[in-house]
């Protein structure tokens, strides 16, 4: 009798930690050097485009068999001062525009009462983006790259008003060059599963 309930027991061990580890969510990390994040827009004179860098951006999510991948949680940070055309001048103009010196960073979180299910295509996320200290719901399409069951990729763009966020638009050129007020930011992340836990972006 003894041996029986000790086998249902051990049983019942293995079929609790299978269902555990069935519905457990891994931290995913950024990995920056397969990364990108673009900002572009026009002004009266020509379109422009400018490129992010030292962005981070960790994922709670579990990858099922069937491809497809459930997220509770998304973490995004980008510093304003990664942000860069290649042009000091209008670099440093956008900074400003940004308000870099009071708000340094950009920062996204998923909607924390979201349980997105991610698919290969035809993806919604929504979450809340703060620019320049002002924080407002988006929402924006993306599609999904599943590579194996400890990474994947996510691309897609997202459109957005600057006076949204209460950002003045960037002249230069003695106000001859205005940029639009409408800029699409478009991106192409590589996540990795990482054995560390979620770092708290502030």
Partial sequence: MKTIKLK???????????????????????LSESSSLQIAGTSSIHDWEMKASN????????ISP?????????EFSCPVSGINSGNKIMDNKTYKALKEEKYPFINF????????????DNNTV?????????TKEVKFPCD?????SNRFKISGELPLKMSDFGVEPP??????????N??????????NMSSHELTKYE
Avoid: C, W
């Fill in 66 to 74: 069937d491809k497809s991948a459930s997220i509770t949680e998304v």
């Fill in 144 to 148: 999904v790259t599943f590579i194996s």
């Fill in 126 to 134: 929504s979450g809340m983006l703060t620019i320049a200290g002002i």
């Fill in 55 to 62: 962005f981070n951006s960790e994922a709670l999510l579990q």
């Fill in 8 to 30: 249902v027991l051990i049983l019942s061990l293995i079929f609790l930690a299978a269902i555990t580890g069935a519905h457990s969510q891994n931290v995913f990390r950024l």
């Fill in 171 to 180: 002249t230069a050129m003695l106000g001859a060059l205005k940029t639009g």
């Fill in 109 to 120: 979180l998923i909607n924390p009462q979201d349980n997105v299910k991610l698919y290969d």
């Fill in 182 to 191: 409408e800029v699409v930011v478009k991106f192409d992340f590589e996540f």
